[in-house]
């Protein structure tokens, strides 16, 4: 039942910003951190950002701090990605993902945000 589904992504100019959002259910979202990584053409998977549990603590790939924020409203099982400063290089599909156990993780079907002028 665990279901993680992203929207927000699209088309930005360099320098512009989009908002991912991700809204998850089948799980108590409150209880675990949760994480954005993306997949950009030709690259591996590449981790973006984490945030706590209760969103008290943050982290960020090198590539993204400064321009990225994580956030999360645990009232509405949604987690946010706040992306300014759009690059091309951020063009990728971004995902969602928990880790329910050690050995179950669960990801989110993408979305694609496209940088291009």
């Known amino acids: 039942q665990v279901q993680l589904v992203e929207s927000g992504g699209g088309l930005a100019q360099p320098g512009g910003s989009l908002r991912l959002s991700c809204a998850a259910s089948?799980?108590?979202?409150?209880?675990?951190?949760m994480s954005w990584a993306r997949q950009a053409p030709g690259k591996g998977l590449e981790w973006v950002s984490g945030?706590?549990?209760?969103?008290?603590?943050?982290y960020y790939a090198d590539s993204v701090k400064g321009r990225f924020t994580i956030s999360r409203d645990n009232a509405k099982n949604t987690i946010y990605l706040q992306m300014n400063d759009l690059k091309p290089e951020d063009t990728a599909v971004y995902y969602c993902?928990?880790?329910?156990?050690?050995?179950?993780?669960?990801w989110g079907q993408g979305t694609q945000v496209t940088v291009s002028s």
């Open positions: 993902n928990v880790w329910i156990t050690p050995h179950e993780s669960y």
């Open positions: 089948g799980f108590t979202f409150s209880h675990y951190a």
């Open positions: 945030i706590y549990s209760d969103g008290s603590d943050t």
